[in-house]
Nanobody
Framework: QVQLVESGGGLVQAGGSLSVSCAASGSTFSINAMGWYRQGPGKQRELVATMNILPGTTNYADSVKGRFTIARDKAKNTMYLQMNSLKPEDTAVYYC?????????WGQGTQVTVSS
């Protein structure tokens, strides 16, 4: 089992920056990939950024490329999403995700609101 706890969401003005964190615990050795997803008001959950753990490769949604950066602190079992040049359309609940061979795990989500 893997437990994920997000933190760091909040309210920011358009053009500003915000960082969210995801602390993983439990069987973290079994995690193959981690990522961030978001669900805006009235929208479906969508991929924001992912990282394959062993090769360290990353993938970003076109809408956030060049603005968001996913990173991981292995020693702290924590994943981060640095969000710069935020836009009102980035407003959403941001969810942390972790995948093992057998399961997919989700955090409880953290709200990010970008005011215009």
């Amino acid at each position: 089992q893997v437990q994920l706890v997000e933190s760091g969401g909040g309210l920011v003005q358009a053009g500003g920056s915000l960082s969210v964190s995801c602390a993983a615990s439990g069987s973290t050795f079994s995690i193959n990939a981690m990522g961030w997803y978001r669900q805006g008001p009235g929208k479906q959950r969508e991929l924001v950024a992912t990282m394959n753990i062993l090769p360290g490769t990353t993938n970003y949604a076109d809408s956030v490329k060049g603005r968001f950066t996913i990173a991981r602190d292995k020693a702290k079992n924590t994943m981060y999403l640095q969000m710069n040049s935020l836009k009102p359309e980035d407003t959403a609940v941001y969810y942390c995700n972790a995948e093992t061979i057998f399961n997919t795990y989700w955090g409880q989500g953290t709200q990010v609101t970008v005011s215009s």
